[in-house]
Each structure stands twice: as structure tokens, then as C-alpha cells.
């Protein structure tokens, strides 16, 4: 079983819609959290970083964490076609060596 | 202020040769770490150093070596290169191992 699963998609989505990406895991240690978003042949861009459970809400972006669940979710508001991308979640149990799913790939279709 | 920058950006080895890829981290970042990405999956943990020490290692041979300089930046070296080791190599930077990951714009590993 992987540490981390991640549906790898593709999405397609029409553009203002809501997306909502989620990401399970195995490890119930596993206290810090990551989203980034990857655009083709380059490096990943930092979304989103929670410790513990909890909510936590940056522009149009929402990262939930449900440790009782072992389930993660992105959910991003008034998607834009600047949004398509892969989108990768990541996970560690002290902050050294972080997990990642293999990435949910997103288009938003204007 | 300047992002993690990584170099070369692209690279074409044959199979049993060496290389060595660089990373330099964000200016006030301790933390360096480096990731093997192949394509459509996600990036694989190899090695993370914080203040010149390692502080983790992932699952891969040991002719993967890293070593982090003074001035925090830091190195990757493979030896006997695999056709398996094409990949896009990443390099993150953080102020601290447990805090936010910086990503470069990664390093293309070509072996033939």
C-alpha cells in the first residue's frame, strides 16, 4: 500500500466552477500537510502548508485536513484556466521527509 | 528576493558515468532537500540536510550522495548512472526541515 493515494485524474471542469482535490493516506502520524501545483516541466509552486487537523483559507484556495479520516482536500473557488495544472499533495510525520501523491491533473476549460 | 536556483537545467550522461547537480536554497533558508521526479509521478524523497547535517534519507541506492556547503547550498551526486535515473531532479529549501518547502525549477537528467 502507498503512504499516500491520490486520484490522478484527468479533471475537467468549466471555468468559475468549484474543484475539489483530496488526497488519502496510511501513516495516522503524518501531522504536516502540502499542496502545490505543477505546471508542465517545471518545478512545483507551494499552495498550501497546515499542521494538524483543521482548515486553513488563502484567496481562492482551501486546504481541509481530516486526520480522524486520514483524508486531505484542496478545494479551489472561481477556477480559472491559469489553474490547469497537476496538482500534488504531500505529507510527513516530523517535517524531513515529505510523501507526495502522484498528482490529480486538472483542466479548467474557459 | 531570488527563488531556489538549480543548475544545469538540462543534462544528457551515458549509462556508468557520474554527475553532479546543484542547488542553491533561498537566501535565510537552512534546509535543503532533493526530490527525484519521473514522469506523471509524484516526486520520490532522496536526501534532506539542515544545517550541514543529514537529516533524512529516502530509499535509494547509495550512489546517491549529497553533501550541504556553508552557505547552505548543496549538492547531488550520483555515480554508475542507470537508464532508471532519467528524471527531473528537484531541489526544495526551507528555513527549517519541519517548515515550508520551496521548490526549484528542477534539474532534467537525461542517461543514454
Known amino acids: 500500500q502507498k503512504e499516500v493515494e491520490q486520484d490522478p485524474g484527468p479533471l475537467s471542469v468549466p471555468e468559475g466552477a468549484i474543484v475539489s482535490l483530496n488526497c488519502t493516506y496510511s501513516?495516522?502520524?503524518?501531522?504536516?500537510f502540502m499542496w502545490y501545483r505543477q505546471y508542465s516541466r517545471k518545478g512545483p509552486e507551494l499552495l498550501m502548508y497546515?499542521?494538524?487537523?483543521g482548515n486553513k483559507e488563502d484567496g481562492r484556495f482551501t486546504a481541509q485536513v481530516d486526520k480522524s479520516s486520514k483524508y486531505i482536500s484542496l478545494f479551489i473557488r472561481d477556477s480559472q484556466p491559469s489553474d490547469s495544472a497537476t496538482y500534488l499533495c504531500?505529507?510527513?510525520?516530523?517535517?524531513?521527509?515529505?510523501?507526495f501523491g502522484t498528482g490529480t491533473s486538472l483542466t479548467v476549460i474557459p | 528576493d531570488a527563488g531556489v536556483t538549480q543548475s544545469p537545467t538540462h543534462l544528457i550522461k551515458t549509462r556508468g558515468q557520474h554527475v553532479t547537480l546543484r542547488c542553491s536554497p533561498i537566501?535565510?533558508?537552512?534546509?535543503v532537500s532533493w526530490y527525484q521526479q519521473v514522469l506523471g509521478q509524484g516526486p520520490q524523497f532522496i536526501f534532506q540536510?539542515?544545517?550541514?547535517?543529514?537529516?533524512g534519507r529516502g530509499n535509494f541506492p547509495d550512489r546517491f550522495s549529497a553533501r550541504q556547503f556553508p552557505n547552505y547550498s548543496s549538492e547531488l551526486n550520483v555515480n554508475a548512472l542507470l537508464l532508471g535515473d532519467s528524471a527531473l531532479y528537484l531541489c526544495?529549501?526551507?528555513?527549517?526541515?519541519?517548515?515550508?518547502?520551496?521548490f526549484g525549477p528542477g534539474t532534467r537528467l537525461t542517461v543514454l
Open positions: 504531500a505529507m510527513s510525520v516530523e517535517g524531513n521527509q515529505f510523501y
Open positions: 501513516n495516522s502520524a503524518f501531522q504536516y
Open positions: 526544495a529549501s526551507s528555513r527549517l526541515p519541519s517548515s515550508e518547502q520551496f
Open positions: 497546515t499542521y494538524s487537523s
Open positions: 540536510y539542515y544545517e550541514k547535517e543529514e537529516r
Open positions: 537566501s535565510g533558508h537552512k534546509s
